[in-house]
């Protein structure tokens, strides 16, 4: 079953730890994403990789970070210097073929800062 | 700086009525323009594509560079079109760029 898989669906943190949402795609695409949604705002570009062992920060890169050892998976790590982590993260990815650009979306992890 | 813009956050309609989703956006090159959809407890999915000039579940969007514009349309709204609508723009190799949504609510 091909596809973008997230996980865990729901992540609970305390504060002052890390944290490391898991991405994993089996669509063969070279570029992957990470996004953060919050209400009101819609989706806000937090990393995004064009190709393996490369990376590059989004509009909100502070206080995560992000590493591409592999192409099927794009793992974020949601740090302590992340003041307001609590948000709804998700992960997608692309070829980079030009007219075939579409993203494909995983499932979403709903991270909770207690 | 690449920008998206949805005015409205919420737009209720009744069902049969006419729709239309604004999206503007700021690029001075030439963009990809996209409609995503997100209905409730599914996952963000794509619903169409400007260079695709199609029409996805009686949906419509014309890009007018002219006016920036990408709004989406459809003639006849249905219950089950009531969802989270999000207009993106993707420029070179940079990721999608999005906007911060629109809510369709349609009433019976």
């Known amino acids: 079953d091909g596809g973008i898989t997230q996980s865990p669906k729901y992540l609970f943190r305390k504060e002052g730890q890390n944290v490391t949402l898991s991405c994993e795609q089996n669509?063969?695409?070279?570029?992957m994403y990470w996004y953060r949604q919050d209400p009101g705002q819609g989706l806000r570009l937090i990393y995004y990789s064009q190709i393996v062992n490369d990376f590059q920060k989004g509009d909100i890169a502070e206080g995560y970070s992000v590493s591409r050892e592999k192409k099927e998976s794009f793992p974020l790590t949601v740090t302590s210097a992340q003041k307001n982590p609590t948000a709804f993260y998700l992960c997608a990815s692309s070829t980079r073929d030009r007219g075939q650009t579409e993203a494909f979306f995983g499932q979403g992890t709903r991270l909770t800062v207690v | 700086a690449q920008r998206v813009t949805q005015p409205e956050k919420l737009l209720s309609v009744f069902k049969g009525a006419p729709v239309e989703l604004k999206c503007n956006y700021s690029?001075?090159?030439?963009?990809?323009l996209f409609w995503y959809v997100q209905y409730s407890r599914q996952r963000l999915q794509l619903l169409l594509r400007h260079i695709s000039r199609e029409s996805i579940k009686g949906f419509t969007a014309d890009l007018n560079k002219g006016e920036t514009s990408f709004h989406l349309k459809k003639p006849f709204a249905q219950e089950e079109d009531s969802a989270m609508y999000y207009c993106?723009?993707?420029?070179?190799?940079?990721?999608?760029?999005f906007g911060s949504g629109t809510r369709l609510q349609v009433q019976p």
């Open positions: 993106a723009l993707k420029t070179g190799r940079r990721a999608l760029t």
């Open positions: 669509l063969n695409h070279d570029a």
């Open positions: 690029y001075s090159g030439s963009p990809e």
